[in-house]
């Protein structure tokens, strides 16, 4: 007769199901063999297969695991009479005819690895095998700490419930990060003195447990064995006991206790029960770890969310930005912003600001390049009156206003030597006088800069202090260039394209596919602010319910589209254009004046047709 599996319980209970030399798929699943409608079984929950030796069971990574009698397997050799179970079901495995009395879990300790004549070691599943006294103090452990959601408090609450069964004058749980045998938290508890008292531990013992993932006890002296080490010395313990927090195969940490009274010796008893205890508590120990990771991912990605900006963008190098603001707004800390002209370092700035605690108080802009030094100064600082010629009245400046709240410095490369200077002083002292003036005001206020210069090219050739570039880069973000971010090109396109048909009175369905595809091809070198003024462009324009190519500029149409972008009419003009070019050139034996001179075009402009249609290789 061939192998069977007889039902014992669950909801199969007194069902007979043949195992023949094909594999028998069991789960929760209709296309498995034995389907269990069961919510504890995994939809591919084991399987028993035929090897050369017999029968084998192998759980299939179930989330509740597949135990034969009793003992969780990963893979087993089956013998006639054996009990499994999956889920909630029980079933005999019947090699043969005959007695089918099912195998009892013949568990015993293993108390023949001793170290030191009183140190024993066993392995974690030997816990399974616990006495029935036991089971009342399994259930309280497993009922409380399944009720507590702070891990701080977890930790507590196990350490105390372990004290009310093991006489351990000091617990501590150690909790480590991917099975490493570096600690990453340390929770101490002090029967007698609660938190207030420190406690040390065997990094010895510690290490080995976490290494071997085997428990150990050591009696009589532990501070003479062969774990002795500073800490046992100088705490004097005369019991160890230290029990690895297991779950799936991996390390999360340990459990160590420890006494200085003889007559409270840890013993096996204890050992086996801390053991099942650990068993118990590595579940809700990692459940608290990850729901706490859980809630601090939340809060930080809800700070991304709820942060307010005028930006648009969902590409990645644009969530890093927000990213960036949500982190550095709450703060007082100056910021540099760096990146090409046109990528929207204001609107960071201003993010910045209207997400900080001076969001209620005046956000000043000045473009240092668009004044000459002495109206930049004013502007700047204020002046007295009488200060200088056409100085009228006394003005405050734009540092004196911005008080409470932040000043934005534009193009802050561009200032010159005596204006670093005097940024300078503002910076470090958050002082300065008008100009004309000898009072000294003081402001409270936060200080942006951006500049598309490399400073530290300019520090280099002397233009820029370096002092004044340590003050301003304390944390520093690079805006993304357009062309980095392709992603974001139709919704700012389309944003703008709302904007500018409202203005001009025009409805807009949006763009045709070809005029899509120039827009995501061309490189951008002006960023948002080029792009913004092609869209106005094509509005302004067209003269259909669709932007079309022809709408758009010149350069963004000349721009070379890729092979998947094939556009018949606008691929043979740019053709076209390129043949007429080269032909020029050829006709002019390389010199680009005269070939201009040939096309009746400005020899700049030929350059830029040369430098938009890529046609420096080919007439090199």
């Given at each position: 007769?061939?192998?069977?599996?007889?039902?014992?319980?669950?909801?199969?209970?007194?069902?007979?199901?043949?195992?023949?030399?094909?594999?028998?798929?069991?789960?929760?699943?209709?296309?498995?063999?034995?389907?269990?409608?069961?919510?504890?079984?995994?939809?591919?929950?084991?399987?028993?297969?035929?090897?050369?030796?017999?029968?084998?069971?192998?759980?299939?990574?179930?989330?509740?695991?597949?135990?034969?009698?009793?003992?969780?397997?990963?893979?087993?050799?089956?013998?006639?009479?054996?009990?499994?179970?999956?889920?909630?079901?029980?079933?005999?495995?019947?090699?043969?005819?005959?007695?089918?009395?099912?195998?009892?879990?013949?568990?015993?300790?293993?108390?023949?690895?001793?170290?030191?004549?009183?140190?024993?070691?066993?392995?974690?599943?030997?816990?399974?095998?616990?006495?029935?006294?036991?089971?009342?103090?399994?259930?309280?452990?497993?009922?409380?700490?399944?009720?507590?959601?702070?891990?701080?408090?977890?930790?507590?609450?196990?350490?105390?419930?372990?004290?009310?069964?093991?006489?351990?004058?000091?617990?501590?749980?150690?909790?480590?990060?991917?099975?490493?045998?570096?600690?990453?938290?340390?929770?101490?508890?002090?029967?007698?003195?609660?938190?207030?008292?420190?406690?040390?531990?065997?990094?010895?013992?510690?290490?080995?447990?976490?290494?071997?993932?085997?428990?150990?006890?050591?009696n009589d002296g532990a501070s003479k064995s062969t774990f002795a080490s500073d800490s046992l010395a100088l705490t004097r313990a005369h019991s160890v006991m230290c029990v690895p927090l297991l779950i799936f195969d991996r390390k999360l940490g340990v459990l160590y206790l420890d006494t200085t009274k003889a007559r409270d010796q840890f013993n096996r008893d204890h050992l086996q029960l801390v053991a099942a205890i650990a068993g118990i508590s590595a579940v809700a120990i990692e459940n608290?770890?990850?729901?706490?990771?859980?809630?601090?991912?939340?809060?930080?990605?809800?700070?991304?969310?709820?942060?307010?900006?005028?930006?648009?963008?969902?590409?990645?190098?644009?969530?890093?930005?927000?990213?960036?603001?949500?982190?550095?707004?709450?703060?007082?800390?100056?910021?540099?912003?760096?990146?090409?002209?046109?990528?929207?370092?204001?609107?960071?700035?201003?993010?910045?600001?209207?997400?900080?605690?001076?969001?209620?108080?005046?956000?000043?802009?000045?473009?240092?390049?668009?004044?000459?030094?002495?109206?930049?100064?004013?502007?700047?600082?204020?002046?007295?009156?009488?200060?200088?010629?056409?100085?009228?009245?006394?003005?405050?400046?734009?540092?004196?206003?911005?008080?409470?709240?932040?000043?934005?410095?534009?193009?802050?490369?561009?200032?010159?030597?005596?204006?670093?200077?005097?940024?300078?002083?503002?910076?470090?002292?958050?002082?300065?006088?008008?100009?004309?003036?000898?009072?000294?005001?003081?402001?409270?206020?936060?200080?942006?800069?951006?500049?598309?210069?490399?400073?530290?090219?300019?520090?280099?050739?002397?233009?820029?202090?370096?002092?004044?570039?340590?003050?301003?880069?304390?944390?520093?973000?690079?805006?993304?260039?357009?062309?980095?971010?392709?992603?974001?090109?139709?919704?700012?396109?389309?944003?703008?394209?709302?904007?500018?048909?409202?203005?001009?009175?025009?409805?807009?369905?949006?763009?045709?596919?070809?005029?899509?595809?120039?827009?995501?091809?061309?490189?951008?070198?002006?960023?948002?602010?080029?792009?913004?003024?092609?869209?106005?462009?094509?509005?302004?324009?067209?003269?259909?319910?669709?932007?079309?190519?022809?709408?758009l500029p010149e350069a963004v149409v000349e721009a070379e589209l890729s092979p998947t972008m094939t556009v018949r009419y606008h691929e043979a003009v740019l053709q076209a254009k390129k043949q007429i070019i080269l032909d020029a050139i050829e006709q002019g034996n390389g010199n680009c004046i005269v070939a201009a001179n040939l096309l009746g075009v400005h020899p700049n402009y030929l350059h830029r047709l040369i430098q938009n249609l890529h046609l420096k290789d080919q007439l090199k």
């Amino acid at each position: 007769m061939s192998a069977r599996l007889a039902a014992i319980s669950g909801k199969l209970k007194g069902g007979i199901f043949s195992v023949d030399d094909e594999a028998l798929v069991i789960g929760r699943e209709t296309a498995a063999n034995l389907c269990i409608a069961d919510a504890s079984v995994s939809r591919r929950h084991s399987k028993i297969e035929k090897k050369e030796n017999g029968f084998v069971i192998t759980d299939l990574d179930s989330l509740n695991g597949t135990f034969v009698n009793d003992l969780p397997v990963k893979t087993r050799l089956l013998e006639h009479g054996d009990r499994v179970r999956i889920g909630d079901s029980q079933f005999l495995f019947l090699a043969h005819d005959g007695d089918a009395m099912s195998k009892s879990s013949d568990v015993t300790l293993d108390e023949a690895q001793v170290i030191s004549g009183s140190t024993v070691q066993f392995r974690f599943d030997h816990a399974i095998n616990l006495m029935a006294r036991d089971l009342s103090a399994l259930m309280k452990v497993s009922t409380t700490i399944n009720s507590i959601r702070g891990l701080d408090d977890l930790l507590e609450r196990l350490l105390e419930l372990l004290f009310e069964v093991v006489p351990a004058e000091r617990g501590a749980i150690l909790l480590t990060d991917e099975g490493s045998v570096e600690t990453s938290l340390v929770f101490g508890l002090d029967r007698a003195q609660g938190k207030n008292q420190a406690v040390s531990v065997s990094r010895t013992i510690v290490q080995q447990v976490l290494r071997d993932g085997v428990a150990l006890l050591a009696n009589d002296g532990a501070s003479k064995s062969t774990f002795a080490s500073d800490s046992l010395a100088l705490t004097r313990a005369h019991s160890v006991m230290c029990v690895p927090l297991l779950i799936f195969d991996r390390k999360l940490g340990v459990l160590y206790l420890d006494t200085t009274k003889a007559r409270d010796q840890f013993n096996r008893d204890h050992l086996q029960l801390v053991a099942a205890i650990a068993g118990i508590s590595a579940v809700a120990i990692e459940n608290a770890r990850r729901f706490q990771w859980l809630e601090t991912e939340n809060e930080r990605l809800l700070s991304d969310v709820n942060i307010e900006h005028n930006m648009i963008g969902e590409s990645p190098a644009m969530q890093r930005v927000y990213h960036f603001i949500s982190k550095v707004a709450p703060t007082n800390a100056t910021v540099l912003i760096g990146g090409e002209s046109g990528t929207g370092k204001e609107l960071a700035a201003r993010a910045i600001h209207r997400n900080s605690k001076r969001a209620q108080k005046p956000f000043m802009a000045v473009n240092c390049a668009a004044l000459t030094e002495s109206l930049l100064e004013s502007e700047l600082f204020g002046h007295e009156k009488g200060s200088f010629t056409g100085a009228l009245a006394q003005k405050k400046g734009r540092l004196e206003i911005a008080d409470g709240g932040t000043i934005f410095l534009d193009e802050i490369g561009e200032l010159t030597p005596p204006l670093q200077v005097k940024l300078l002083r503002v910076l470090q002292e958050r002082e300065f006088e008008r100009v004309g003036g000898s009072t000294t005001i003081k402001v409270d206020l936060r200080l942006i800069a951006a500049t598309n210069k490399n400073l530290e090219e300019a520090i280099e050739a002397g233009l820029f202090r370096q002092d004044l570039f340590y003050r301003l880069n304390v944390v520093s973000l690079e805006m993304p260039a357009l062309r980095d971010r392709r992603e974001d090109i139709m919704l700012l396109a389309n944003y703008f394209a709302d904007k500018y048909s409202a203005k001009c009175n025009r409805k807009l369905k949006g763009f045709s596919a070809e005029a899509r595809n120039f827009l995501t091809a061309y490189d951008w070198p002006g960023n948002v602010r080029e792009l913004e003024n092609a869209i106005e462009r094509s509005v302004v324009l067209g003269t259909t319910e669709l932007i079309l190519p022809e709408d758009l500029p010149e350069a963004v149409v000349e721009a070379e589209l890729s092979p998947t972008m094939t556009v018949r009419y606008h691929e043979a003009v740019l053709q076209a254009k390129k043949q007429i070019i080269l032909d020029a050139i050829e006709q002019g034996n390389g010199n680009c004046i005269v070939a201009a001179n040939l096309l009746g075009v400005h020899p700049n402009y030929l350059h830029r047709l040369i430098q938009n249609l890529h046609l420096k290789d080919q007439l090199k």
